[in-house]
């Protein structure tokens, strides 16, 4: 069992529609990371959190420690937010290395 | 700022050969990463390095080596290609937290 899930896979979704990934662990971690990879594209950082909730734009990441369990949101969904959304967690053991484990990632197709 | 720069973004490889997948950043980042991306898997740590001088193995690392004489570089290198590293390189820098990443190499080994 992968130590980090996310679900679902694949999401299709229509222009304008809020939308959610989720991402669970089952480690200890100091921090969560949600990044964006577009198709053949570079990954970029979105969110990293330890606790709470974060906004940025349209999206919003939320994390609820105790059940080792994160959400990404996009509200008012967009063609331009295709892509890959991948969930990454630095360990709270993970020393001075500061190495993440990674999910598999979303695939999210915003139809117009 | 560049970032993390990645060089190049593709390359196809006979079988046997070597190469180095170059990276550099100019953010003074000690920590940095090399990650493989393989379809329907997480991305996987080949090596790290926590400073100059510095590396160590991560999860992937047979069929690799590294360096890291600077700050700014650490180059990967394949010594002898065979198709289980067909593969998206990615290289990462972090500083506290954060992580930047380098827009990956596209490895493909025939």
């Known amino acids: 069992k992968n130590e980090v899930e996310q679900s679902p896979q694949n999401l299709t979704a229509q222009e304008g529609e809020f939308i959610t990934i989720n991402c669970s662990y089952s480690v200890g971690i100091s921090a969560l990371h949600w990044l964006q990879q577009h198709p053949g594209g570079g990954i970029v950082s979105l969110f990293m959190?330890?606790?709470g909730k974060k906004k940025h734009g349209r999206l919003i990441a939320t994390i609820n420690i105790q059940e080792k369990h994160s959400s990404l949101h996009i509200t008012a969904s967009h063609p331009r937010d295709s892509a890959v959304y991948i969930c990454a967690v630095r360990l709270n053991y993970g020393g001075a290395t500061n190495k993440l484990i990674f999910g598999t990632g979303t695939l999210l197709a915003v139809q117009p | 700022n560049a970032g993390v720069t990645q060089t190049p973004k593709f390359r196809i490889l006979k079988i046997g050969q070597s190469m180095t997948l170059q990276c550099t950043q100019d953010?003074?980042?000690?920590?940095m990463y090399w990650y493989r991306q393989d379809p329907g898997m997480g991305l996987k740590l080949i090596y790290y390095?926590?400073?100059?001088?510095i590396t160590d193995k991560g999860e992937v690392p047979n069929g690799y080596n590294v360096s890291r004489s600077t700050t700014e570089d650490f180059p990967l290198r394949l010594e002898l290609a065979a198709p289980s590293q067909t593969s998206v390189y990615f290289c990462a820098s972090s500083w506290g937290y954060g992580y930047t990443f380098g827009s990956g190499t596209r490895l493909t080994v025939v």
């Open positions: 959190l330890s606790s």
């Open positions: 390095s926590v400073g100059a001088g």
């Open positions: 953010m003074n980042h000690n920590y």
